[in-house]
């Protein structure tokens, strides 16, 4: 199994062996196990066997349908694998009825024991290890993850009316989450994350938890954790836990920033120089202009929805011009002021809907571009980018990023470095569900609409 992972990653994690993994599951009276996946579209799967299952699951010999999983095969060729990570095994913090629970994230693989190119993680395991191999970099990523909180009708449905009307750092009683999010915040320590902070977002109902970088893998893992985490203790307190990016017209959506640097083989910040503009070094300057160049052409990756592009509007923090800045929150790209081991890029653009998993592979795959091809990114933007008139912004060349899914997806067909980073498979599976998903919200008929036209024509 360890054939696929970048060599940083296997031999800087232990592996724990399948007797110990056994040893855990019986010294923690495990009876449930869940083996967890992802589809394309980066939401959680899992099948659950019992504890006695467990030794056959370790050992590769699970199977699973994929005909029916988003993106993955049809039914004349659906058998295929579980192959549990090890490194993920984890007992979850709770009792389901009687049986306590553990879970393992899985990549999945075909039915000739090769690796299934159409499961995302295979995949960003495959960018990982070819950047590794080729330049000896590893890719960290730190997210910050936003969302709201609704309430829920007594029969469970969900209601728009947030569950507070608090604002940006605000405390309780008014911040009506934080017992919510200490919970969550709890609950991820146990699980062995390094929290870093929680707070308020600025809209009402809306919320941030952040956790420590690491590499892009065990983030992405990490992602995946929290929103179903997250869901779960909601739930426990009458409450739904969304990352759709755009819930409420009228205020800020949610975002999930991503801070991504790159070390080299001694653990040194490859995007540190002491001497360089910034401090920051030419690598970092080429991958900044690698993002910058190839951004528009996946962004229908790192803002998946319909809905995605709701956020991205001029008048609500999120960026909508691709241009950056040291400082300047009004671009898509800035450096936040801590150097050294800390020199890092952050992208603002991405939403919480994304599939981490292919985010993260497009956005190396994009910064390695230009730092291979040594794209160096335009003068940076110390100005309010809302600010500039299109004449302005034509000159500084910042251009607007796509403004519909729509437009996106055209944009994404065109991008060879999309293609690249994704993998033929998951590539045209991509596009093919979501222009079906335009398809179906532009012949529908929205509330808006009959609102608007209903009387008037």
Known sequence: MTDMYPKSLTSSTPVPGVDDIMK????????????????????????????????????????????????????????????????TFKVLPWVEGSRRVARIVCDMYNADQTPFEG???NNLK????????????????????????????????????????????????????????????????????????????????????????????????N????????????ARHGLHCTFMPKPIYGVNGSGMHCNMSLGDK??????????????LSTEAHHFIGGILKHIRGVTAITNPLVNSY???VPGYEAPVYTAWSPANRSALLRVPAKRGKSTRIELRSPDPSTNPYLAFATLLQAGIDGIENKIEPPKPAEVNIYNLSEEERAARKIEPLP???????????????????????????????????????????????????MRMH
């Open 24 to 87: 855990m599951a019986k010294e923690h009276d495990v009876k449930l196990i869940r083996l967890q996946f992802v589809d394309i579209h980066g939401r959680p799967k899992n099948m659950s066997i019992h504890v006695a299952q467990l030794d056959k699951a370790l050992n590769n010999e699970i199977m699973l349908d994929g005909s029916s999983i988003a993106g993955f095969r049809t039914i004349e060729t659906s058998d295929m694998y579980f192959f549990p990570d090890r490194r």
């Open 119 to 121: 499961c995302p993680r």
């Open 126 to 221: 495959r960018v990982l290890a070819e950047v590794e191999s080729k330049l000896g970099y590893t890719y960290n990523v730190g997210p910050e993850l936003e969302f709201f909180l609704f309430k829920k009708n007594h029969d469970g449905t969900i209601t728009m009316d947030t569950h507070d009307s608090a604002g940006y750092y605000d405390l309780g009683p008014d911040d009506m989450g934080e017992v919510v999010r200490s919970e969550i915040v709890e609950t991820l320590e146990n699980l062995g994350f390094d929290m870093e902070a929680d707070h308020h977002e600025v809209a009402q109902g809306q919320h941030e938890i952040d956790f420590k970088y690491a590499d892009a893998l065990m983030t992405a893992d």
């Open 223 to 234: 992602v995946l954790t929290v929103k179903i985490i997250s869901r779960i203790i909601a």
């Open 266 to 279: 001694a653990g040194n910040n490859v995007f540190f120089d002491e001497n360089g503009e910034y401090q």
């Open 310 to 312: 709701k956020r991205l």
């Open 403 to 453: 403004g519909s899914l729509y437009e996106a997806l055209a944009e994404l067909k065109t991008s060879p470095i999309a293609k690249k980073a994704l993998g033929d498979h998951i590539y045209n599976e991509f596009i093919a569900t979501k222009e079906r998903e335009w398809k179906s919200f532009s012949v529908n008929v929205s509330p808006w609409e009959l609102e608007t036209y």
